[in-house]
């Protein structure tokens, strides 16, 4: 008889192991799709690797894409540190870059040209924490599920947002193309060596070295990460749950709505169709291959971003379907899943359930 028995020691690799291992099933599972559509995987591979990193301007593109997905995974790390699951970074992402364009488009009339940027940004961050506060305030009142209520939300905020570029903040002088007119200069994000990589990407990068630190040495993330072990942690413990509640899906909210900002100011300039790819359910992927640990997001964000961007050669290059990427994105996750498994449960063969078993939590199977 097989049972399942939960591990009682940890080893000390397990940090880098399980990362390890959702990379490891994810490209041994992609090969077997691969050998199934008649495609060496290795030649796959490779040009994947050629599609990330096979020129300066690729490489710089890698890190443009990571910029967005380390906010949104450091939204999501956030969150979960107190068992919170922010499913709705993608509208969140969405309020950030609408309030960052309005500002862009109207507050050049009331503003100074040195306070719009930082205005553009405070109102991304705005944004996205104001999209979060309904399913905080229904989470914290009433124990209303926050994965339901902030994934729903996300499908509102795309609709808003093509309500406004194709309704009142249409460009008159677009031709009939959707999309609003572009957002002032002085809101506009500096690029750097000669590229699109933006001032967002630095931003993420000292936020997430901010957040680490605060999770870590601060009373604050303490209390978070008591409240995470558990309700009764978090009574014996005499932390006011739902004011941490509230804050934390506030902030995971702002850091999306700082990626949306940043997609605005640094990238497209203006709101048009393109805005929502799957930003915020990336962050997911992110959060959970960093182990949910702030100063690993931005390599696990550089990592999918790479995955994403080769994935895309592929389809030039050996003629696969899009989906090629999604189904690499969907075996890192279970790969990630049968690491945490592993790491939590052993296989038990043969004999009877003893009572120290038991104890421990075997399963028969």
């Not at 030649?43 to 967005?68: I, N, R």
């Not at 709705?88 to 609408?98: K, N, P, S, T, Y």
């Not at 690491?339 to 052993?346: K, V």
Request: with cysteine.
């Amino acid at each position: 008889m097989i049972r399942l028995v939960k591990r009682t020691d940890r080893f000390k690799g397990q940090a880098l192991a399980i990362p390890a291992l959702a990379v490891l099933f994810a490209f041994g599972a992609g090969a077997l799709i691969l050998l199934l559509f008649g495609v060496n995987p290795l030649s796959a591979y490779w040009a994947m690797a050629k599609g990330a990193f096979g020129s300066g301007y690729l490489a710089s593109e890698v890190l443009v894409k990571a910029a967005p997905m380390t906010l949104t995974g450091l939204a999501v790390a956030l969150g979960v540190t107190m068992l919170l699951w922010n499913i709705g970074c993608e509208g969140q992402l969405v309020m950030g870059a609408v309030f960052a364009a309005g500002v862009g488009l109207f507050g050049s009339a009331y503003l100074p040209d040195w306070a719009m940027l930082p205005a553009a940004a405070g109102a991304g961050a705005l944004g996205g924490a104001l999209w979060a506060m309904g399913p905080a305030l229904l989470k914290a009142g009433f124990r209303v599920n926050e994965i339901l209520t902030t994934l729903l939300l996300n499908y509102v905020a795309v609709i808003l947002m093509e309500h406004l570029y194709f309704g009142p903040w249409r460009n008159p002088q677009g031709l009939g193309f959707p999309g609003t007119a572009a957002i002032a200069d002085s809101a506009m994000l500096p690029r750097f060596f000669g590229t699109r990589i933006h001032l967002g990407l630095f931003l993420a990068l000292t936020i997430a070295l901010m957040l680490g630190a605060l999770l870590r040495h601060s009373k604050w993330g303490f209390q978070l990460r008591v409240a995470g072990l558990g309700p009764k942690a978090a009574r014996y413990a005499a932390i006011p749950v739902k004011r941490r509640t509230l804050e934390v899906m506030a902030a995971s909210g702002a850091l999306a709505g700082l990626a949306g900002m940043g997609e605005i100011c640094g990238l497209q300039h203006r709101l048009q169709e393109g805005l929502s790819i799957g930003y915020g359910y990336d962050g997911i992927i992110v959060a959970f291959l960093a182990r949910l640990n702030p100063l690993a997001v931005p390599v696990a964000a550089v990592f999918l971003s790479a995955v994403t961007i080769g994935a895309e050669r592929l389809q030039t290059s050996l003629g696969l379907p899009s989906s090629i990427e999604l189904v690499l994105k969907g075996c890192l996750v279970f790969g990630y899943l049968a690491g945490e498994g592993a790491t939590r449960w052993r296989l038990h063969f043969g004999g009877q359930t003893t009572p120290a078993m038991a104890a421990e939590g075997g399963h028969a199977e």
